[in-house]
C-alpha cells in the first residue's frame, strides 16, 4: 500500500513564508505526476501547483511567482515552497501523486491526508 504524509502547514502572518513537504512511502515501482491541491471553506478543491516526471510545472493564476514546487525523487518528496503568503492563501493543502505500484500495475492516484495553512495577522 502507498501513503502520502505532508508536513509543514501551520499560522503564518501575511507576507510570510511556508514550505510544505509531502513524502510517498511503501510499494512504489515509479512516480508518475505529483501535485499540490488546496480547498478553502465553502470552495472546492483547486489545483495549486503540478510538476510531471519530465520535471514540466504548472501553477494556478493566483500563485504565480509566489509558489514553487519542487521534488526530491530519491526521496519519493514532493515540496511546495509559498512565499509571500496573503490570507486568500488560506486553506487545507493536499498532496497527490500518480503512483505505480509493481512495474505491471495500473497507476493510481493517491492523495495526502491535508495540511493547514492559516495567513492571519
Known amino acids: 500500500q502507498v501513503q502520502l504524509v505532508e508536513s509543514g502547514g501551520g499560522l503564518v502572518q501575511p507576507g510570510g513564508s511556508l514550505r510544505l513537504s509531502c513524502a510517498a512511502s511503501g510499494s512504489i515501482f515509479s512516480i508518475n505526476a505529483m501535485g499540490w491541491y488546496r480547498q478553502a471553506p465553502g470552495k472546492e478543491r483547486e489545483l495549486v501547483a503540478g510538476?510531471?516526471?519530465?520535471?514540466?510545472?504548472n501553477y494556478v493564476d493566483s500563485v504565480k511567482g509566489r509558489f514553487t514546487i519542487s521534488r526530491d525523487n530519491a526521496k519519493n518528496t514532493v515540496y511546495l515552497q509559498m512565499n509571500s503568503l496573503k490570507p486568500e492563501d488560506t486553506a487545507v493543502y493536499y498532496c497527490?501523486?500518480?503512483?505505480?505500484?509493481?512495474?505491471?500495475?495500473?497507476?493510481?492516484?493517491?492523495w495526502g491526508q491535508g495540511t493547514q495553512v492559516t495567513v492571519s495577522s
Open positions: 510538476l510531471t516526471t519530465g520535471s514540466s510545472t
Open positions: 497527490n501523486a500518480r503512483i505505480r505500484g509493481a512495474r505491471w500495475d495500473p497507476v493510481q492516484t493517491y
